[in-house]
């Protein structure tokens, strides 16, 4: 959905194509995908070899709501961002407290001040740790520039600010 360019008719062709890519043939697969840009490609789920399964899946694919009305899902963004921020809150809501009203919003305001700051961090390196759902692969995890807190000097400031104005 999110490489569409808020085009309909571009949305349903490119779940239409999900079939092909399943068949392996990329021709008409998105330039940004991994089948496109890795010269050692290889599908990670079988092969749709049997035209009643290659039909099944069409098939399947063109009874989704996203199909039916894509106008519907032009617009729909990666969910990144949500699960990131629900995540970082998390650091100021503990879940087994149940906090005051004035404590919860102060809390929230807090984690979305922290996130804001944060958000976007650069990398500073990679790091290659052992899968922990397939224990004989490595994967590379990205080590994040160290968090700069400078939310809070400004915080102190304003209140410093409001203080002196009273
Ligand atoms: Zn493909």
């Not at 890519?21 to 890795?38: A, G, I, Q, V, W």
């Not at 998390?90 to 979305?112: C, G």
Request: aromatic share 10%; hydrophobic share 30%; charged share 25%.
């Amino acid at each position: 959905m999110k490489n569409c360019n808020k085009d309909p008719v571009k949305l349903k062709l490119s779940l239409l194509n999900i079939v092909e890519h399943y068949k392996n043939n990329h021709e008409h697969c998105n330039e940004l995908s991994k089948c496109k840009n890795d010269s050692n490609y290889e599908p990670t789920k079988y092969l749709i070899k049997d035209p009643k399964a290659e039909m099944l899946l069409g098939r399947a694919l063109t009874n989704t709501q996203v199909y039916k009305s894509p106008t519907d899902y032009v617009y729909c963004m990666d969910s990144y961002y949500m699960e990131s921020f629900n995540n970082a809150i998390l650091q100021y809501h503990d879940k087994r407290i149940n906090f005051s009203k004035e404590v919860y919003i102060l809390r929230t305001s807090l984690a979305v001040l922290d996130w804001n700051e944060h958000v976007n961090r650069q990398t500073t390196s990679l790091k290659t740790v052992q899968d922990a759902k397939n224990p004989r692969r490595q994967i590379q995890v990205k080590i994040l520039k160290r968090k700069s807190y400078n939310m809070w000097s400004e915080i102190w400031d304003q209140l410093v600010q409001i203080y002196l104005d009273l």
